[in-house]
């Protein structure tokens, strides 16, 4: 018994962020469904969900009740016990992979050494729960998406990881929490290194299955691609899957590239009225709120509206919380955790942006761009980030030093796009028959 | 050892990779066949070796119910084929009518079935557009067809009550007369719908994915367009220059001042040129023929049974997708003997098979989207 | 519960689960479940690696053989018909050989862990607690770059050659 208690000491407080991350990231993700729609419907001159709770707030929940009654159908032929399996593969390494991820300097379930490693090792595994989803489902358009997903998982794992490689070779160490602390007191390393945060959040668009590069699943191509025969709780969970690697992602980019949990000019003591923001953003929030609470069509309408006022009231109090001199150790966490969920919004609003503007890769050009140019030059990134960091041993100064290498990497992606648009001046259709056949 | 031979299906042959080739049916239940076309595709990994259109899923035999209804009562039926342009439908079915009877139909009637046709046009590229642009991936275009696609809809409903199969014309002119404010509704559009299409092709027309989308991608060389007997955007954007508003002047074509846009190559870039130009071109028509709407009756002189004399005949117009011809023959009774119709869709669809092979699939719906079909009427 | 229990019924977990999915690998006759058991007999020994503190190795392991060569097995795997290898002979009559070279591996394997009992045989400059420490990214690079450099280059051109032999290999077919 004693035993358990000292094990349980031990351990509580990554238990409970792990119950935590569990329980509500399903609800996360379902806002950020929420959020993408209302997001698009701004884009697209529309409205997006407005019938379930005031402007829609209360969607996210109806959604979740309606997937989890639906009728869970198994196609005929299918590997049962594979198609059973595959969307729990998928979810659990989604899920896995916040273990290790930083959310503020107190907010974290497992501070490793490997972090980042980690991270990208349990997230790989993902592809699983889709390719043998895609292949339990014996139907020609999931195991056409599931086999264009693995290709394009192989492609740009390898790019992505490339250009995280460019960002801990500036921090020189693979844990969360190091990496943020190295971007403390100086520059966040995407102002050092903007072309390796350029390529990841090309690849981690390709590697999270989202438009331009969401050919696995392409509607309009492959009907839902790996996903075709799934429905029901099966298919909510995949859907869950997506989400979560779409925030791990803009977690890792935030942890390594945008600061993590610091705030934007950290250092610049003129700019610390910034502190007041996070307890003022909810504080507004919850204004308008309560702004919209009479002007709500039916009653119940304006209760869940005051509900979500008094929500963000608790969280600006929450916020507001380490201006109390008693609860000032708390400012580190608590505004950390603001910062970092902002940074990781911001970052999915540029997926999400990103998806309705342009229109979707081929596939063979979706590859080309992934070996032709991001693979290319992400190697050279390293190396040019690898001279950087040389030349900062050298004393030379920040300036020049980034200019050079810089400078340099964009040279070659020039000359990369440069090459890759004379091999597509040909026009014809994509390869020749005949060679192929010969 | 056992037989290591492959064999997945009849008629499957081993391909480079020692992998099967498949068969996909795409369709009839696809979300961008664009109705209830069926492709069979034989693939090998992505690309097609081999396709097959099997259409009919929507053959409702509207030649055969012409033959039992009177050519009043078969007005309506013509709206219900390319549903996306019901009023292109009636104005060559009712044209067809009136060269059978010998009649004409006041200027005022023409003016005003112009005017129509070319929101028609106008309203039937946009749907075209959207659903193009969303085939390939590009999601927003949609809505902002959609959006100015609505403006037409709503001057139809206001012209006669119905927004889609609009059932617009009568045989000999129109039944209803423009209502009060017609020409400034019009007018509005038309001023405001030119900054639309550049609205449109900011998003689209130099976006680097959507000229490797679609250039060079499903080209149909002129000779082999003529061949197959495509007409509208298609032929046109293979650089053919024909276009049946110039070529055989209907309705009053022959008074306003436009241009035939076509393309050069007979890509699938060019033919999406090709339809944005033409948008522009009928507004520009709209803009002319809105300024003066000739005074005068909108009904000529047909009587209230229509008994053509006996003979046969054929008539075409410019449909926003291609050449629409009626051919029909009299017997000199209330009911037409037979009539044939050509739909633009279903000649213009018979070039798909050529134009995907040795494409991806992706590739696929680009070109079913480019070929501009709808089912309704290639099945009729 | 200490520490060393948890530890050792992890061991015990993870190596039941890799010798578990060995087995089925090479018994269950869809190709698919083969790989699927693979990849469990693969992540389980990532999870032996984590036991002894190897946590570089671990991730490693899992980006690698999982993530990386697993997926391939099972792209190639999902091209080729699986009918016909359902229905081909599962055991054929060349037992002997194979117990031969089992035999062989056993041999050397045995010989590996005699020769390396009691002391560690990969020399680690902080000495063999540091295997044990969090730090031992930095000690594992170090090793391999200052002590290891030579075998670790060697290793990586024969690497460069596989590479450069597929690219040839593949080129020539088409």
Not at chain 2, 231 to 242: A, C, E, H, N, Q
């Amino acid at each position: 018994m004693s035993a358990l208690l000292e094990f349980l000491k031990t351990y509580m407080w990554p238990l409970i962020f792990a119950l935590v991350i569990v329980g509500v990231l399903p609800l996360l993700a379902g806002y950020v469904v929420l959020m993408e729609r209302k997001v698009m419907a701004d884009m697209q001159a529309r409205l997006g969900p407005m019938r379930v709770g005031p402007h829609g707030l209360l969607q996210p929940i109806a959604d979740a009740l309606k997937l989890l009654i639906k009728e869970d159908i198994i196609p005929e032929n299918a590997d049962k016990l594979v198609f059973w399996f595959a969307p729990v593969i998928s979810v659990t390494a989604a899920m896995l992979a916040y273990s290790a991820l930083a959310i503020g300097p107190f907010f974290q379930i497992a501070e490793l050494n490997i972090g980042l490693l980690f991270i990208v090792a349990v997230s790989s595994m993902g592809i699983f729960g889709i390719i043998l989803g895609g292949w339990a489902s014996n139907s020609h358009y999931s195991l056409l998406g599931a086999l264009r997903s693995t290709a394009q998982m192989i492609s740009y794992e390898t790019a992505a990881g490339l250009a995280l490689v460019g960002g801990v070779l500036l921090a020189g160490t693979l844990s969360t929490q190091k990496i943020v602390q190295a971007q403390q007191g100086g520059t966040w390393f995407v102002f050092v290194a903007p072309i390796g945060f350029f390529l990841y959040l090309v690849a981690s668009i390709a590697e999270t299955n989202r438009a331009p590069f969401d050919l696995p699943e392409a509607e309009s191509e492959l009907v839902a691609g790996y996903m075709t025969e799934y429905s029901g709780f099966r298919w909510a969970v995949y859907f869950l899957a997506e989400y979560a690697n779409m925030i791990v992602v803009a977690s890792i980019a935030t942890t390594l590239f945008l600061g993590g949990w610091l705030r934007p000019f950290g250092s610049i003591a003129a700019l610390d009225f910034l502190d007041f923001f996070p307890p003022l953003c909810f504080l507004g929030v919850a204004g308008y709120c309560f702004y919209r609470t009479p002007k709500q069509p039916e009653p119940i309408q304006s209760g869940v509206m005051a509900l979500f006022g008094g929500l963000c009231l608790l969280l600006a109090a929450a916020m507001a919380l380490p201006f109390v001199p008693a609860f000032a150790a708390s400012k580190a966490g608590v505004h950390g955790a603001f910062w970092f969920l902002l940074k990781v919004s911001l970052y999915i609003y540029s997926f999400m942006w990103i998806r309705f503007t342009f229109p979707r890769f081929r596939f063979d050009q979706l590859m080309k761009l992934g070996w032709y140019f991001m693979i290319p030059l992400s190697i050279v990134n390293v190396l040019g980030l690898g001279v950087y960091k040389v030349l900062r041993q050298l004393q030379w100064s920040r300036w020049p030093a980034f200019l050079l290498t810089t400078g340099g990497t964009l040279l070659v992606a020039i000359w990369l796009v440069w090459l890759a648009q004379r091999k597509v001046a040909v026009p014809g259709p994509v390869g020749d028959m005949t060679e192929a056949e010969g | 050892m056992a037989d290591t031979r492959i064999s997945g299906f009849p008629g499957a042959e081993q391909t480079v990779l020692g992998a099967d080739e498949i068969i996909i049916n795409m369709g009839p239940q696809h979300p961008s066949t664009h109705g209830v076309l069926r492709v069979k595709l034989r693939l090998d990994g992505e690309r097609i070796v081999d396709s097959e259109c099997i259409i009919g899923y929507l053959h409702r035999g509207v030649e055969k119910i012409a033959e039992h209804r009177s050519y009043q009562q078969f007005g309506p039926y013509v709206d219900r084929m390319d549903y996306v342009a019901a009023v292109s439908n009636g104005l060559g079915y009712c044209e067809a009518v009136e060269k059978l009877l010998g009649a004409e139909a006041p200027m005022r009637a023409k003016v005003v079935r112009t005017i129509l046709t070319e929101l028609q046009r106008i309203s039937s590229h946009l749907l075209w557009l959207g659903t193009h642009a969303i085939d390939i991936g590009a999601l927003t275009p949609l809505f902002y067809c959609l959006r100015e696609r609505e403006e037409i809809l709503k001057i139809f409903e206001k012209y006669c009550g119905a927004r889609l199969t609009t059932h617009a014309f009568r045989i000999g002119g129109l039944q209803y007369d423009t209502y009060d404010g017609f020409e400034q509704e019009v007018k509005r559009f038309c001023l405001d719908f030119v900054h639309r299409v550049d609205e449109y092709e900011q998003l689209l027309t130099e976006n680097r994915i959507w000229i490797a989308r679609t250039k060079g991608v499903g080209v149909l060389t002129a000779a082999d367009a003529i061949d197959m007997g495509a007409t509208g955007p298609v032929l046109r954007g293979s650089g053919v220059k024909w276009d049946i508003r110039k070529a055989m002047p209907y309705a009053a074509y022959d008074k306003y001042d436009f241009e035939i846009p076509i393309g050069k190559n007979g890509d699938t870039y060019d033919r999406y040129v090709v339809r944005m130009q033409e948008m522009r071109q009928s507004n520009r028509i709209c803009l002319q023929a809105i300024e003066d709407i000739p005074a005068g009756p909108i009904m000529g002189k047909v009587g209230k049974v229509l008994k053509p004399p006996v003979g046969e005949v054929y008539h075409s117009i410019e449909a926003p997708k291609g050449e629409l011809g009626y051919y029909i023959v009299s017997d000199g009774t209330t009911q037409p003997y037979r009539v044939r119709i050509r739909p633009p869709s279903f000649i213009n669809l018979e070039a798909l098979d050529k134009m995907i092979k040795g494409h991806l699939v992706a590739d696929v719906v680009a070109i079913i989207g480019t070929l501009d079909i709808v089912l309704g009427e290639v099945d009729r | 519960m200490t520490p060393t229990q948890i530890s050792q019924i992890a061991f015990y977990f993870f190596a039941g689960l890799a010798v578990l999915g060995a087995i089925l690998t090479v018994t269950v006759r869809n190709v698919v479940h083969s790989a699927i058991f693979l990849i469990t007999s693969l992540l389980a020994t990532a999870g032996i690696f984590l036991t002894l503190g190897a946590q570089f190795v671990f991730a490693v392991q899992i980006i690698l053989y999982v993530g990386g060569i697993m997926v391939l097995f099972i792209f190639v795997i999902m091209l080729v018909n699986l009918d016909v290898a359902l229905h081909q002979l599962q055991f054929n009559r060349q037992g002997w050989v194979a117990g031969l070279l089992a035999l062989v591996l056993a041999s050397q394997l045995g010989f590996a862990i005699w020769f390396a009992r009691g002391e560690g045989s990969l020399d680690i400059p902080a000495g063999r607690t540091g295997a044990l420490s969090p730090q031992n990214v930095e000690q594992f690079g170090l090793a391999l770059f200052e002590k290891y450099a030579l075998p670790f280059e060697i290793a990586s051109v024969l690497l460069l050659v596989a590479l450069i032999g597929a690219v040839v290999m593949t080129k020539k077919r088409v």
